[in-house]
């Protein structure tokens, strides 16, 4: 074992996806992480990810194959990037080599898949998380907060848009039919459906939703609504055709919240914005920060520490119910229950 910090978890990379341009750096960035090792399929791939996002960090091992990083001792948690189909056997091979993961969502597209992999946690003691950065950015607290205040009165309905025009780099979203992971459901509308579920004190009932399919059987656009009873709804709208979106609105008894921009980029102003029904409006802007690096912390001090990821396994289970129900929904053209 190398002299290291033990104050501070060893990360290896499970993959060389696009999404490093924004969890590399974060890991680097991170007090409580190091990062030891990044693994690719692809020859030189891993390699060369590292030149481009952590240059000054030249005692990083990088492999040409997979299951090297998993053996190498010195790597204490997994990040996994890799294609949706392939999440939970490889969040399964990382716990059973002992390692703590954090998958990039969805953790699974089966909830069978996810039972699998909280068992396999629970057998080796590991700490496993489905990657919702987006969770940890502060702006999201706030909005509860303010629901917790009264300020709009209950929830009745939430509304999530999520949408980008694909450019060509980013095809490879869309060659899989829905049933491997592919469209836009399982990449973008994962989010959707995760942030409006967090407003809601229970799970959905039943889901009905439309899609516009491309050949491959990927989902390219769908829209739909969640049911969660006594006239309590939760819609949902994404698109890999329509400008850029990423926001969602709570209308309550007696006001609204909207969060402007969910998925925060360098450069992005975290805005919230609220009005109630006696005439007070505001716009509050918060401090930027970077949801990447508090989720890395957050996730790295829950595996250091003994504690219990803020996303939980049920929280993911009722995620990919929600997600599936919804598919089946847009495929059969009926209403779901899920």
């Known amino acids: 074992m190398n002299n290291h910090d033990q104050a501070k978890l060893r990360w290896g990379i499970l993959g060389a996806a ?8 974060a890991i680097v960035e991170a007090q409580n992480s190091e990062l030891v090792g990044i693994a690719s399929r692809r020859p030189g791939a891993a390699a060369q990810t590292l030149k481009q996002y952590a240059p000054c960090y030249p005692n990083v091992q990088s492999y040409d194959n997979l299951d090297s990083l998993l053996n190498d001792e010195d790597v204490q948690a997994i990040y996994l990037p890799m294609a949706n189909h392939e999440h939970a056997e490889w969040t399964l091979r990382a716990i059973e080599h002992r390692k703590h993961v954090l998958c990039e969502k969805p953790m699974a597209l089966t909830v069978a898949d996810i039972d699998a992999i909280e068992t396999a946690a629970r057998r080796y003691r590991v ?3 489905e990657g919702f950065m987006y969770r940890f950015h502060p702006q999201h607290a706030r909005v509860l907060e303010l629901i917790r205040s009264g300020l709009i009165g209950e929830v009745r309905s939430v509304r999530a848009s999520y949408s980008f025009m694909m450019r060509p780099a980013r095809m490879y979203r869309l060659a899989e039919d829905v049933s491997r992971g592919g469209g836009a459901m399982w990449d973008i509308g994962c989010y959707a459906i995760h942030s409006l579920r967090m407003f809601f004190q229970q799970a959905p009932r039943t889901v009905a939703a439309l899609s516009k399919y491309v050949e491959s059987g990927a989902d390219i656009t769908t829209s ?8 309590k709804f939760g819609h949902f709208d994404f698109s890999f055709e329509r400008a850029r979106r990423c926001e969602y609105e709570i209308i309550g008894t007696q006001g609204g919240i909207k969060c402007h921009v969910v998925w925060q980029l360098p450069g992005d102003i975290p805005i919230i914005s609220w009005w109630t029904e006696d005439g007070r409006f505001a716009e509050e802007r918060m401090p930027a920060a970077n949801h990447f690096r ?3 912390e957050h996730f790295s001090d829950c595996a250091l520490n003994g504690k219990q990821p803020q996303l939980s396994f049920d929280d993911a289970r009722d995620n990919c119910r ?7 929904s847009a495929a059969e053209g009926r209403t779901v229950k899920i």
Do not use: K, S, W, Y
């Open 224 to 231: 739909g609504v969640l049911d969660f009873g006594d006239g």
């Open 294 to 296: 508090l989720e890395i």
């Open 18 to 25: 696009r999404i490093n341009e924004r969890l590399l750096p």
């Open 322 to 328: 929600t997600i599936v129900a919804a598919l089946q």
């Open 127 to 129: 700490t496993v998380m």
